[in-house]
């Protein structure tokens, strides 16, 4: 089956612009975490929707919201772009059930802000 | 606060070799442990997973120890192959998925 999709791979922004990434679960997952990966920081949490709701969510600025669909689709929205929000992200795709612990992951979308 | 840290940022092994990556934690709360690896231009690859009620899990030629009293977590990959080299994460979670992460450790495989 197809794995998670998501789209841009690649993202150049200019400060002060938003930017909307997307991904795709694996058909059946009702679960989508998004993440931040950098060299400094590492893989940080965003959040996670499970069916349309957000259940979790890390300490990242309010500049930063998601939202999931009802085909389990999801969009992260970065308003206000600052230089540190230069970043891969990642998202991760699971069934969501409270003792399923396999995520996968997609390959990313590069976001780079000049 | 909660965090995930690990041991030794590089680690260089031979083919054919053993290899240990290890973690520590802070929190004692989480319900279970994850390692992933990641290979260049990809995501995240699961590996395999421990609760936190349990001690070791063995998958294929992988084997996760998980210390609750010391908050030490190790992967072992036996046999290791250049296929194995990649950045190895640590991660710990409970219900729902808000794992935090350790920053990895790369695995250099040389022949």
């Known amino acids: 089956k197809a794995g998670v999709t998501q789209t841009p791979r690649y993202l150049i922004k200019t400060r002060g612009q938003q930017v909307t990434l997307s991904c795709s679960p694996i058909s059946g997952h009702r679960s989508v975490s998004w993440y931040q990966q950098t060299p400094g920081q590492g893989l940080q949490f965003l959040f996670e929707y499970f069916s349309e709701t957000q259940r979790n969510k890390g300490n990242f600025p309010g500049r930063f919201s998601g939202r999931q669909f009802s085909n389990s689709r999801s969009e992260m929205n970065v308003s206000t772009l600052e230089l540190g929000d230069s970043a891969l992200y990642l998202c991760?795709?699971?069934?969501?059930?409270?003792?399923?612990?396999?995520?996968?992951f997609g390959q990313g979308t590069r976001l780079t802000v000049v | 606060g909660e965090s995930v840290g690990l041991h030794l940022p590089t680690l260089s092994v031979q083919e054919g070799d053993n290899s240990i990556i290890n973690c520590a934690y802070s929190?004692?709360?989480?319900?279970?442990f994850i390692w992933y690896k990641q290979e260049s231009g990809k995501g995240p690859q699961f590996i395999i997973d421990i609760r936190s009620n349990m001690d070791k899990r063995q998958g294929q030629r992988v084997t996760v120890l998980l210390n609750k009293t010391v908050k030490h977590l190790s992967l072992q990959i036996a046999a290791t192959q250049p296929g194995d080299s990649a950045v190895y994460f640590c991660a710990m979670g409970n219900s729902g998925y808000a794992l935090n992460f350790g920053k990895g450790t790369s695995l250099l495989v040389t022949p």
């Open positions: 929190n004692s709360a989480s319900d279970y």
């Open positions: 991760a795709s699971s069934s969501g059930g409270a003792y399923n612990t396999e995520a996968f």
